[in-house]
């Protein structure tokens, strides 16, 4: 992995653009680093957008300019890790879903006893995001590495039965496949001892 920054008009593009063009560029919090394997796009006048009905407290980071990130919490457990696109004021984000592990296996292992990042929440977890870095601009705390684009996937996004039929049916998720396998777990030798049997 070569740490090549994005120039900041890679995160100006519409949602469903930025979401399948992140696909496969590595994210970066402190010592760990994750492969981006899955995405979702929210438009401004999707029904599934937090932003679809006015501006909150909330949802604020949404309505600034694109590199922007949004973080929120999910079902009072889950941190949800969003990436603001677009223009300034035109409310639109994309959810990191799920990645891999490049860098810091030990780290996500130790937060969340295993690697597996496949889902928003276990993501977040393992990355060790928090709400207090929704509002921040990439480059603070949070890295962006550059990466050749990859191949994907087109789906209708998970979690999303309140939204309007054409909304639920977008194929606005979008998802390539892993790269790195996982490495094994070492097991502990078992010291020789008096049998209990």
Known sequence: ???????????????????????GKYLQMGSVVIRIL??????????????????????????????IL?????????????IVSGQKGSAQAVLIRAGEVFRGHDIVRERR?????IGPGK????????????GEQIG?????????????SK??????????????????RFVTPAKYPTPKVKKRKRSAGVSKD
């Not at 006893?113 to 990042?117: A, G, S």
């Not at 993501?123 to 929704?134: E, H, I, K, W």
Request: one cysteine or more; hydrophobic letters at 35%.
């Open 38 to 67: 899955e995405t979702e796009a929210y438009m401004p006048e999707d029904s599934a957008c937090h932003a679809s009905k006015g501006k909150t407290k909330r949802n604020a980071p949404m309505f600034d300019r694109g590199g």
């Open 140 to 152: 603070k705390n949070v890295q962006l590495w550059d990466a050749p684009e990859v191949l994907h």
């Open 70 to 82: 949004y973080v929120y919490l999910c079902y009072g457990i889950h941190q949800m890790f969003n």
């Open 155 to 172: 789906h209708p996004r998970i979690g999303i039965d309140y939204a309007l039929p054409k909304d639920r049916d977008a194929l606005w």
């Open 123 to 134: 993501l977040t977890q393992g990355l060790g995001v928090q709400r207090t870095l929704s």
């Open 113 to 117: 006893r295993n690697l597996d990042l």
């Open 1 to 23: 992995m070569e740490e090549i920054r994005l120039d900041s008009s890679f995160y100006l593009q519409e949602a469903t653009e930025l979401a399948p063009a992140l696909l």
